[in-house]
């Protein structure tokens, strides 16, 4: 116990920790009292320089129990062969799979001797061997013995490969295999033990084996020469001949390569595991020309013939190449590539999105995602992208100019230091797993740095220097991914000098028509106008545009969205901010891609207020902002202005502030259609009652003020439900002030309305301001104001019913508050009858309606299809409500609101009507209205006609779902169904009894 206790210290130099080193060093003869024993000082050091120490002794004493005989013939290789001590130290602490395979096989450790190793060429010869092939290619083994000779050579020959790999990790002057020396060593024995496998198979097959012919077809990993240390084997199967042979010839393959070296995965075959392992060359030929999916084009990109018949694997392979060159001219080929990418991405569980190696955003999948699209993209034209190794397609990418040499190289190292962590995983116990230590997990951060060759440096641990480069690979990653799929395409544009190669337009052309441009010639005058020159404006536009052209074709109009953005682009020019907010707030510029290619309203909108720009980064602050403070707001800037002419433009130019803010949010899913109804409400009252102010004052300048005027907001306006292109409907009431009679100011209450009117109607580049009084008693032969008295007058004697329910929307919205609330005071009894209405006027109003459905339809409007006047739409709703009210507000108080949604809610408590009556007028109203909302905004003009088919079809389903890919056909279908439930509710309570 002494000794030991004297012998620690000394042992932790070289990283043992283990309680039991010392008497595993001192039995193995490696240990004195003084530290290691002569002869094995540089074994020590070896030691230390392990991923894993104490598991390198663990697994040498291991040996020496294991195989005491043969203990002095190692330990005497072990001191003086230096190629031995690397690779076999190494192995044993990283591998502890590969350490149990040699303690379990005496003398196996000498393969690792210097002399001792094999070549590529003899990986095949060697299997062959071990299994008994003839020259006929049929091995003398079978069963049992076949697998286990099989294994036993493939993993022999897997330690070789691995020690090599490791080796200089402990000596650090053994030669460091790259990157791609490894992996095509690991497949070209995998390939190896395929052909020994199929050799194996013909002999548990028998003579059958004769009537046909078989070809073993590798696909993944396998077949792009890069394959990991344990990996699935992907594997297609072509035959000739009786195919039930052929396919009992396949099966036995699966099975004997399965249980020696390593799964054999056919999957990837036509029709995946429901389809026939073994097809002739025609069969593929016909399942690709007509049924294949694009992902199995992709698949196909790294088809290659490994075993089998030479001549069978190559017939197929001449027939299914150009299919593959041919992918990108397929019907949706981008859509497919996005739902491909989003599976990826979704297959990986929340709690290891970070630490997912391979499926993680920035693990190797993005890396082998975008490259792969890009030889799809171009290798059409450009046979030099036709390689089927990840590494050297990304090189010939940069090669070809389709990518940035430099981008290129450093995509290459990411993917090679990423697929370094991956196999080092991958040996500890020989499993295939993709999954990065966590980041709490220091033993196991420091057991892979030092596997990966990360040694400690400046005060920073192996396991932290290992987890800053992997997040700094895997930023690095993602970002190329993001980026690559563009970059080509903008070289070639721009005419940026420099050693990147450039690309051809056409190839520019057929890129943007892949991701979905329809005019492709004409997007690239846009990239070329936005990225031409030597300013710092073209350089900035070149570093947005990769991720914009992405971001754009993910939008219903990825055309009219990039025209959008070069207009933006070139009337902000001079701005300071505009590049610099889109540079540095990713948000910012994926949401206005968005914007731009949904809406043809917000792009007018931005150039005339691109303010609003800066809030597309803070939905709190884009769809948050207080009524009241927007309110204040317009009411301050237009007090600011002397001259009336100003006070309005101030109006209007935060009235258009506010529409695109509101616009914005609704679009991009920040509001409910309920907020978007009662903002844009607001703005349009802010505005009102701001500019009435302006006009009153400058009207009052010379002789005074002849009356106090209110505005009476009627119809959308009253209710709070104004859309984006809604008239503002209004009533105009005065009361004379003391000493001037009633004639004086109805006429100067009436050039008052008529200049707000005047004012607020004038033409000009925002969407317009129309102040409708033709709701007015008399409609358009009556005056435009009147006063108190006069509306009172006028209601006593001559109201008729349908002005009575146009009064149920009325509330004050402007003006003077009190002769406001005087208004509505005395219009409340004619609004809401006491005692409800008489059979005769219940009548009138239901003539009124089926007057309303059948004239005032536009001509060849669908009456499905309008949100307005069409069956279930705005109108049925409203009305049935609105009758509801005039026949019972006067006994239930809650009826008595300006709201559609409000006052269904109080029909329904009150027990008018059914609760499911009601939820189906509420759905039928809101989703008409987010509908009109969403046609206006879409198509930039007021519109209630929904489209059946096209393009706006799919961006209205867009907006209303928020979704990046909608189905217009369900979202058409859901809008029919939700109209027609509201249709049979409005015949049963408006036109029954």
Request: hydrophobic letters at 45%.
């Amino acid at each position: 116990m002494a000794d030991r206790v004297r012998s620690t210290p000394s042992i932790a130099r070289y990283g043992l920790t283990d309680d039991r080193a010392g008497e595993h060093l001192r039995a193995a003869g490696w240990w004195t009292d003084t530290g290691p024993a002569p002869g094995h000082e540089a074994t020590m050091v070896g030691l230390s320089r392990v991923p894993d120490p104490d598991q390198a002794l663990l697994a040498i004493d291991r040996l020496r129990t294991a195989d005491p005989d043969g203990w002095s013939g190692f330990d005497r290789a072990v001191s003086t062969d230096r190629g031995l001590r690397g690779r076999l130290l190494a192995v044993f602490g990283t591998s502890s799979a590969l350490a149990d395979f040699v303690i379990a096989r005496p003398g196996e450790w000498r393969r690792l001797l210097t002399d001792r190793q094999h070549s590529f060429a003899d990986y095949a010869r060697v299997l062959r061997e071990a299994v008994e092939v003839d020259e006929s290619g049929v091995a003398g083994l079978t069963g049992a013995d076949a697998v286990r000779a099989l294994r036993a050579a493939y993993r022999g020959l897997l330690l070789e490969i691995a020690a090599d790999d490791l080796g200089h990790l402990v000596a650090p002057d053994l030669p460091v295999p790259t990157f791609a020396q490894t992996t095509a060593r690991l497949t070209t024995l995998a390939e190896a033990a395929i052909r020994a496998a199929l050799a194996v198979a013909r002999a548990e097959v028998g003579p059958a084996r004769e009537r046909c012919r078989l070809a073993v077809i590798a696909m993944g990993k396998c077949g792009g020469h890069e394959l990991n240390y344990v990996s699935d084997v992907d594997v297609l199967f072509v035959g000739d001949g009786d195919l039930d042979v052929a396919t009992r010839l396949a099966s036995e393959l699966l099975r004997v390569a399965g249980q020696a070296c390593f799964e054999v995965d056919a999957a990837l075959r036509p029709e995946g595991k429901a389809g026939p392992l073994v097809r002739t060359v025609d069969g593929h030929a016909a399942y690709y020309q007509r049924w294949a999916r694009t992902w199995e084009f992709q698949a196909l990109l790294k088809a290659n013939a490994i075993a089998g018949d030479d001549e069978l694997g190559h017939d197929y392979l001449d027939v299914v190449r150009p299919l593959v060159w041919a992918a990108a001219d397929r019907d949706n080929f981008v859509d497919d590539v996005r739902a491909m990418r989003r599976r990826v991405e979704e297959h990986v569980p929340a709690e290891l999105a970070g630490r997912e190696l391979k499926l993680g955003r920035g693990g190797l999948r993005d890396v082998e995602f975008a490259v792969q699209l890009l030889q799809l993209v171009h290798g059409r034209n450009d046979e030099a992208l036709r390689r089927r190794s990840t590494v050297d397609a990304l090189a010939a990418l940069g090669e070809g100019g389709y990518v940035g040499r430099a981008d290129a190289a450093e995509l290459g190292e990411s993917y090679r230091f990423l697929r370094l962590l991956e196999h080092r995983l991958q040996l500890q116990k020989l499993r295939r797993t993709h999954v990065f230590p966590a980041s709490d997990d220091a033993d196991g951060l420091r057991w892979l740095a030092r596997a990966a060759g990360i040694r400690p440096e400046r005060g920073r641990g192996e396991g932290q220097r290992l987890l800053d480069e992997y997040r700094r690979h895997q930023r690095r990653v993602r970002r190329l991914h993001e980026k690559l799929f563009y970059r080509p395409l903008l070289e070639a544009v721009a005419r940026v000098p420099g050693e990147v190669l450039r690309l051809s337009a056409k190839s520019a052309q057929a890129r943007l028509a892949a991701l979905g441009f329809a005019a492709p010639d004409g997007a690239l005058r846009h990239i070329e106008a936005l990225t031409t020159g030597v300013s710092r404006r073209a350089a900035i536009q070149g570093a947005l545009l990769p991720a914009l052209l992405d971001m754009l074709s993910e939008t219903p109009d990825p055309d009219g969205g990039l025209l959008a953005y070069r207009r933006v682009s070139e009337a902000l020019a001079s701005t300071d901010w505009y590049l610099r907010v889109l540079r540095d707030e990713a948000a910012v510029v994926e949401r206005l891609a968005t914007l731009l290619g949904t809406s043809r309203l917000v792009p007018d909108l931005v150039v005339r207020a691109p303010e609003v720009l800066r809030l597309l980064g803070d939905p709190d602050k884009l769809a948050g902002r207080d009524v009241a403070e927007v309110a204040a707001s317009l009411r301050q800037a237009v007090n600011r202005q002397a001259y009336l002419g100003n006070a309005v433009a101030a109006a209007r130019s935060l009235r258009r502030h506010e529409l695109l803010r509101i616009a914005s949010a609704d679009l991009l899913g920040f509001m409910d259609v309920l907020g978007v109804c009662r903002a844009l409400s607001s703005v349009w009252v802010s505005v009102l009652e701001a500019t009435l102010d302006a006009v009153d004052r400058a009207e009052s300048a010379g002789s005074g003020r002849r009356a106090s005027i209110a505005v009476i907001g009627m119809g959308r306006l009253g209710g709070a439900e104004l859309g984006y292109g809604s008239d503002a409907d209004v009533l105009f009431v005065c009361e004379p002030t003391e000493g001037v009679s009633d004639q004086d100011a109805v006429k100067y209450a009436t050039r008052v309305a008529q200049s707000v009117r005047k004012l607020l109607g004038a033409p000009s580049q925002d969407p317009p301001l129309q102040v409708d009084v033709d709701l007015r008693p008399e409609g358009r032969s009556g005056p435009i104001v009147r006063t108190l008295e006069s509306y009172r007058a006028y209601y006593g004697q001559w109201a008729e019913v349908w002005e009575a329910q146009a009064l149920l929307r009325a509330r004050p919205v402007a003006g003077d508050a009190g002769l406001g609330a005087r208004f509505i005071e005395m219009i409340d009894p004619l609004r809401y009858p006491d005692g409800g209405l008489d059979a005769e006027r219940i009548r009138e109003i239901r003539r009124i309606k089926a007057r309303v459905d059948t004239e005032r339809l536009p001509r060849g409007a669908d009456p499905v299809l309008h949100t307005k006047l069409g069956r279930g739409g705005l109108a049925d709703v409203e009305w049935t409500l609105q009758l509801l009210q005039l026949r019972h507000a006067f006994e239930v108080p809650a009826l008595r609101t300006t709201s559609t949604v409000d006052g269904l809610g109080a029909a329904a408590a009150a027990g008018l009507v059914e609760e499911a009556d009601a939820a189906a007028l509420r759905a039928a109203w809101l989703l008409a209205t987010r509908t009109r909302n969403a046609l206006t905004v879409v198509r930039g003009k007021v519109n209630d006609q929904v489209p059946a088919s096209g393009r706006d079809l799919v961006a209205v389903a867009g907006v209303l779902r928020q979704t990046t890919d909608p189905d217009p056909g369900e979202f058409l279908d859901s809008y029919l169904r939700t109209m027609r439930r509201a249709r049979a509710v409005v015949e049963r309570l408006f036109y029954g009894d």
